[in-house]
């Protein structure tokens, strides 16, 4: 069974850091696509940042160069490095992962930036 479990979210002051960390179980990085979405309050979850098997890296426009997606496969653990972080990345983010067997969620983790 894959589980994905997300830690590092938190509050932060705008223009800090954070580190999200996703520990992947029950998976192997083989054929997959694993990142991160994120969802503010009364609206879309949409796509940050995922890194593919087949494709690379991926980010969305408002975070290029300020995020950087990366795995430890020794691990099994995806982390999204954040850097300048503005009021406006205040969401809740979430781990997804897509194999031939299907696509996993986990279970969010907050992040704040104060203004």
């Known amino acids: 069974e894959v589980q994905l479990v997300e830690s590092g979210g938190g509050l932060v002051q705008a223009g800090g850091s954070l580190r999200l960390s996703c520990a992947a179980s029950?998976?192997?990085?083989?054929?997959?696509?694993i990142g991160w979405f994120r969802q503010a309050p009364g609206k879309e979850r949409k796509g940050v940042s995922c890194m593919s098997s087949r494709d690379g890296t991926y980010y969305e426009d408002s975070v290029k160069g300020r995020f950087t997606i990366s795995s430890d496969k020794a691990k099994n653990t995806v982390y999204l490095q954040m850097n300048s972080l503005k009021p406006e990345d205040t969401s809740v983010y979430y781990c997804?992962?897509?194999?031939?067997?299907?696509?996993?969620w986990g279970q969010g983790t907050p992040v704040t930036v104060s203004s």
């Open positions: 997804h992962l897509r194999t031939i067997t299907g696509d996993y």
């Open positions: 029950g998976f192997t990085f083989d054929d997959y696509t």
